[in-house]
């Protein structure tokens, strides 16, 4: 299902057969410093993440996170999408993309049109942000989609510092 169509991007639902994207992009070393190590270690581990994580998601809440494409080619360069965490009590945007595609405007792009989806086609009124305090290039971005910090939690109860950012529509 097509999420959105940006003036240079194609967000839509990732199917079983993205798991080899998948498996790229959880295994960057950007990934795995602020998001975390998935063990996902070959391609039917990448199919049952997006298994278990997105496409599950689509079925239970209608949402969820998104392969970003290059609308031109087709070719993959990221996620965005929202989560709902059982650790926080809104739903939250999310997005990776693989290093070649930073700085180009595409995160901040597809993460507008996820978030225009979210007011509008899923009447959200709040959406939330997580990020890690180091990681700089994803806090300037929610800066830029209009999120403001609204406070430091431990998420994992292990004493690392997550940041959270929230936007009201």
Known sequence: MIVAETERLLVRWFEPDDAGFILELVNEPSWIRFIGDKNVRDVEGARAYLERGPIDSYRKRGFGLNLVALRA??????????????????VDIGFAFVPEHWGKGYAFEAASAVLERAKDVHAMRRV??????????????????????????????????????????
């Open 73 to 90: 080619s087709g070719a993959p360069i990221g996620m965005c999408g929202l989560i709902k965490r059982d650790s926080l009590p809104d």
């Open 128 to 169: 939330v942000a997580i990020a890690s305090p180091g990681n700089r290039r994803s806090i300037d971005l929610l800066g830029r989609l209009g999120m403001a910090f609204e406070a430091e939690l431990d998420l994992a109860g292990d004493g690392d510092k997550t940041l959270l950012f929230a936007r009201n529509f």
